[in-house]
C-alpha cells in the first residue's frame, strides 16, 4: 500500500509502544481457554456481561478476519453495503418477528415517542431496501452483504466471545426471481463459507438446523467441533448426514407390539418418574407413555397457551421440534399453580380424559405402539394398556421427539445401521432458505420477463466475526498461548532484538531489519522493549505470531538472525540477509495451506 508521495505505508509496531500488556494469570471469570488467552495476550477487555472492547492486537485480528470475508464475499458476488442499526419498530410488526424475537430485542424510543429497535439482524431493512431499488426481474440476482455490529439482549452471555450482546455479523442477502435462482445463490455463499473458514484456519462441519426465529425453508450451520461448544451435534458414522440435535432426524428404536388388551387401573404408590415405573412394573421404558406439559406462546403473538405432549417412554420431547408443529416461538413448563388449574397431576398423568382447553400432541412414536402404561390422572395410580386411537388422540401428531447419541440414523441407505454419535459444537456461520418469508409480508414485487408481477425469493447467509477469533484460539494453542493461523495473525513477524541498550550495533541492525521486512510487505511487531530475553520469548509465545526472529549480539557476530516458527519446538539460524525472503517464503508455505 502506498502514501502519500508514493511511499509505502509501513506496516508495524513497537512493544514499547503497545496499548494493553499481556497477564500472567487468566481473570477467574475467564470460562474457555480461548477467553482466557485472548485476555491474557491483551486482545480484549470485558467491559460488562457480555461486551468487549478490542485493543489494537485483537482488533487486528479482527481486521484480518473482517477482509478475509470481504474478499470471498466480493469473490461469490456479492456487493457490500452498510445498514442501519437503529431501526423503526414497525418494520418487525410488519414482518411478525417483533414478538418472535422480543427476549433479544433492545428497544427504544426517540424524542417523539416513535418506537424504535437496535438491530439484532438485518431481514426487514434489506427486504425494503431491495424494494426501493429494484422494479424488474433484470435487477436479480443480487446479494447484498455488510459487517456490521448488532445487539441483543442475551439472557446470559458465555463463553468469552462466543455468546455477547454486542458483536460484529457478516450478513448477506441474496434475491433471486426463482428458487433455481436461489439455489445457485444458496451454493455460491455456501462454498464461500467454506473457503472463508478454510482461510481462517477453523475446521467446520455443514449440518441441517432448524430455521429458528430467522424463518425459511431450510438452512445449514457450520458447526466448530469443541468440548466446550453449547451446540448438540448429531453425526451418523456410516454415511454424512449431520445435523444439530434441534433438528435431527433418527430411526426409532422399534416398539413393543401386540393385540390391544382393556385398560386397567393399577396402584403404584410414589413412583412419578419413567424409570421408577418402570422398575416397579418390570418393564421397559419403550413399554411407558412420558406426560410433558408446557405454556406455549404463538409465533405470531396472543396468549399462551397450554399444551399436553405425549412421546414413548424411552424419548424425550425436543423442545424445538415441538415449538414447531405448534408455531409457537416460546415453550415454558407449566408452573405448579398452572397444573393444578388444568386438573393435571405431576407424575401421573395422560391424555386421557384431560381438560379440552389443553393442546396435545403425540409424537410418531406413540402411533405404533401398544399397550402403553400412561397415568391415571389420579394421585399414586397408573394405566396398563392404553391405545392411541382407541383411549384418547392428539390435536397434533408431529416428530417431536429428541434424536440422542447411540440413535440409529435415519439417512442411511437401506442395509446400513448407521449409528449418530453426539458432538458438542460452536455455530460459526448458518445460511437459510428464506424463500418468501419476508418478500411477501413486506409485498415485495418486481416485474417479470413477461410483463407480470412476481415475488422474489430471498437467502440469508450470516457469519459471527467474534466467534471466528474464540474458535481460532480453541482450536490453535498450546500451553505457551496462541498459534494464530497466518492469514489472521494479528502480525506476521514478531521480531525479538535483545541487548538493544548496551550494544548500538545490534540496535542498529534490528531497527533495520524491522524497515526491512515492513519494505518487504510484511506486519512487523518489533519487541524493544527493555526486558529479559526470557519475558519477551514469554510474550511472543502468548500472543502466538506466526514466526519469531531473533537479534542478539551473539548472533549479530556471526552473521545471522534466529527464526523460530510458533507451530515448532526447534528454531534455526538464518543468515542476515536471507532473513526477509526466508520469512516471506515461510508467510506463503502457511497461507497455501489454509487455502489448499
Known sequence: MLGVGGAPILAGMRMSRQFGRTLREAPADAETIAHQLLVRGGFVDQLMAGVYSYLPLGRRVKRRVEQIIREEMDRAGGQEVLLPTIQPAELWEQSGRAESMNDVLFRLSDKRERAM??????????????????????????????????????????????????????????????????????????????????RCGIPT????????????????????????????????????????????????PPAIEGDALPMEEIATPGVTTIDALAEFLKIEARATAKAVFVMAEPRAGGDAFPVFAVVRGDLEVNEVKLMNALDAREITPMSDAQIAAYGLVAGYASPIGVNKALKVVSDVSILGATNLVAGANKPGLHLLNTNYGRDWSADIVADIALAEDGHLCANCPDGTDGVLQARRGIEMGHVFRLGQTYTVPFDVTVQGEAGEQITPVMGCYGIGVERILSAAVDEHHDDNGIVWPAGIAPHDVYLVGLSLDRDEAVAADAEALYLELQNAGLDVMFDDRDERPGVKFNDADLIGVPVRLTVSPRNHGDGVVELKRRDSEESEQVARGDVVAHVRAIREELLAALSS
Open 117 to 198: 429497535v437496535l438491530g439484532p439482524t438485518h431481514e426487514e431493512v434489506i427486504t425494503r431496501l431491495f424494494q426501493d431499488h429494484a422494479s424488474s426481474y433484470r435487477d436479480m440476482p443480487v446479494t447484498l452483504y455488510q459487517v456490521q455490529t448488532k445487539l441483543r439482549d442475551e439472557t446470559r452471555p458465555r463463553g468469552g466471545l462466543v455468546r455477547v450482546r454486542e458483536f460484529t455479523m457478516k450478513d448477506a442477502y441474496s434475491f433471486d426471481a426463482d428458487e433455481a435462482g436461489l439455489d445457485r445463490s444458496y451454493d455460491d455463499m455456501f462454498a464461500a463459507y467454506q473457503r472463508i473458514f478454510a
Open 205 to 252: 462441519v455443514p449440518v441441517e438446523a432448524d430455521s429458528g426465529a430467522i424463518g425459511g425453508k431450510g438452512s445449514q450451520e457450520f458447526i466448530f467441533l469443541t468440548e466446550t461448544g453449547e451446540d448438540t451435534i448429531l453425526l451418523c458414522e456410516e454415511c454424512d448426514y449431520a445435523a444439530n440435535q434441534e433438528k435431527a432426524d433418527f430411526v426409532r
